[in-house]
């Protein structure tokens, strides 16, 4: 039997979150992208890291570039869109679907 967690986050693209742990804490950004089979997502203008980058035909100068590094998804909390607090999750099943909650103002998440 296996010890690992499912790949399942509560936390999707799209989402705005805070980061509530790290060198970036505090900060405030969409995620841009969600990686469940890492449990890490990708914030916007959050944990950014300078990469060298060699000339392609695509960036023919190419140089010093900026890009945001995946964070793990416990290091962010999600901002409800209605109460536009950061809360946690919460998984109901309504009609045969799974709805994402807030824990704060009880309002369905999208």
Do not use: W, Y
């Not at 409800?80 to 994402?100: H, M, Q, S, W, Y």
């Amino acid at each position: 039997m296996s010890n690992k967690t499912p790949n399942k986050m509560r936390i999707h693209k799209g989402d705005k979150v805070k980061v509530i742990s790290g060198k970036d804490r505090g900060a405030i950004g969409p995620v841009m992208k969600a990686l469940p089979e890492n449990r890490k997502v990708i914030v916007e203008k959050v944990a950014v890291a300078k990469k060298a980058q060699r000339p392609t035909r695509l960036n023919p100068s190419g140089g010093i570039m900026s890009i945001e590094r995946p964070i793990h998804v416990s290091t962010v909390m999600l901002i409800c869109p209605k109460c536009n607090e950061t809360t946690r999750v919460e998984i109901k099943a309504v009609d045969g679907k799974k709805l994402r909650f807030c824990k704060k103002c009880h309002k369905e998440i999208d």
